[in-house]
């Protein structure tokens, strides 16, 4: 599979996969192996052209004059190793978000029966506009349509929370039942107005916001918000921040490593330290003013 791109992008693609180890085998071809221990790797050709007319064609790529190439293997994302690989991303993005947030939640969510058909039927509909038919799709397809429409719903509902007051960030896991129906294993992170919490320590103003069935929260991590050490007695084996990161890196493990099934959806730049810093400063410090 190629793409095509104009000669100024290429250069940039081709400097940082220079910087990043890419082998040069021509004046104008690179190639770039980014597969590791895959097992079946992919490969993707990134194509640079001199625009002809103003436009880059099709028929311009096929003539060696003014072509550029990059050729890349990339991971399968399917095998074995490739999913471990999975894991141990996700999990080192949230050990930097569970360190910035003052308290970190995990909220499980679950669906009614009555709205299990409701998203069904949305998803048969939609497709069906444009002109797929159901039935034709695999497990693994009717499993996708069905979280690209659950995931709506989690959006809608951080909507909610965020016009409510309450500054959060998280990442949502779907898993399929044994069913084959998704789930949602949400992790969320708690930087300004903490949430209303009942006697059992549970974050209701979360717990209400999940309007298509049932849902259970846990606080999981809580920060000072002065040092960002943990808050309450010394470290130890009940605390909820002791060994918070090999808990989430079994957890993301667990969910991830095992199955194809799952499916990841996070808050934009979710465990990128420059992103962070700049979601604290605008929206936390910016209006509080200075100290």
Known sequence: MAQLVHVGQWAEAARRAVEQGATKVSAATLVHNLARACEAPVYREYVGAVPLDGRITDQKRRGRKGRYNIEYWVRCRKCAPCRRARARYWAALMQTELAAAVRSWMWTLTLHPDYRHLLVSRS????????????????????????????????????????????????????????????????????????????????????????????????????DPGTRRPKGPPVGRNHPCSDTLGKVSRYVAKYLAKTLGCRIRASQGYGKPERLSKYVLNNIVGKRGPT
């Open 124 to 223: 048969m509909l939609r497709l069906e506009h444009g002109g797929t038919v159901w039935e034709h799709l695999s497990e693994d397809q009717q499993f996708a349509e069905l979280v690209a429409d659950l995931y709506r719903e989690v959006q809608r509902a951080f909507k909610r929370l965020r016009k409510a007051g309450h500054l959060v960030r998280y990442v949502a896991i779907a898993e399929p039942h044994k069913d084959g129906f998704p789930h949602l294993h949400v992790l969320v992170h708690e930087h300004g107005k903490p949430f209303a919490e009942d006697e059992k320590g549970h974050a209701t103003a979360l717990e209400r916001e999940w309007k298509c069935g049932f849902s259970y929260t846990k606080l999981i991590c809580e920060r």
